[in-house]
């Protein structure tokens, strides 16, 4: 079936310091796989943090960036140097399959950014 | 700006009793979705909704039923709570097509609790 894996949480960074956030998924039933990125920041609501639709683009936002990889079916948010104000909780997610209406997520990630 | 209300922000029951929650989307989708996210984080597809008709089902208990007046509205009736019904349940929203197709935008969610 149709599904996300993501690293699983609580990540603790410090400032300053890179991340990355591992997600792979699989996409048995959907021929033109959407990929996302939502995020969730304390005390607020689900959002999204980028969307990449095409394989081997990059979608970016607020200093973070995934790389759509169909090849090891993957979809990794990486950020060179992460902020306290990044602490959240992160979400994989996939799309795409338009008879099915649904968005998949993975489990979420927590992000712990120590100042 | 919120632009997915749903009502109320939380509600406490006991056990066999009937729950109804609301959402109203004011974005002009033409899609519209409930989810779960268990007491894990855990976010979970339960119904989803294009134009007034129902479109997904994923295997949920026949206690929940989504209800459609038209296409900015989805409640979600409950009919007879069990204490694994305690969650967030999240409504959602997304354009059908478009360069946004598939986004989803999100309320604040409604936290139930089963006595």
């Known amino acids: 079936g149709d599904s996300v894996t993501q690293t699983e949480g609580p990540v603790t960074v410090s400032e300053s310091e890179s991340l990355i956030i591992n997600c792979t998924y699989s996409?048995?039933?959907?021929?033109?796989?959407?990929l996302f990125w939502y995020v969730r920041y304390p005390g607020e609501g689900l959002q999204l943090l980028l969307k990449v639709i095409t394989a081997g683009q990059k979608g970016s936002s607020r200093g973070f960036e995934a790389t759509y990889n169909k090849e090891t079916t993957s979809f990794h948010l990486q950020k060179a140097s992460v902020q306290e104000s990044d602490s959240a909780v992160y979400y994989c997610a996939l799309g795409g399959d338009t008879n099915a209406y649904k968005v998949i997520f993975g489990k979420g990630t927590h992000l712990h950014v120590l100042p | 700006e919120t632009a997915v209300f749903q009502t109320p922000n939380y509600h406490v029951t006991q056990v066999g009793n009937e729950v109804s929650f609301n959402c109203k989307q004011t974005l002009g989708h033409d899609t519209m979705y409930w989810y779960k996210q268990d007491s894990k984080k855990l976010l979970k597809i339960m119904f989803s909704?294009?134009?007034?008709?129902?479109?997904v089902n994923e295997t949920v208990p026949r206690r929940f039923s989504p209800q459609s007046s038209d296409k900015a509205h989805l409640n979600l009736r409950i009919k007879s709570v069990e204490p694994e019904d305690s969650a967030v349940y999240l409504c959602?929203?997304?354009?059908?097509?478009?360069?946004?197709?598939?986004?989803?935008?999100f309320g604040s969610g409604t936290r139930l609790t089963v006595l």
């Open positions: 959602a929203s997304s354009p059908r097509w478009g360069g946004d197709a598939e986004t989803l935008y």
């Open positions: 909704y294009n134009n007034k008709q129902l479109i």
């Open positions: 996409a048995t039933s959907i021929a033109y796989p959407n």
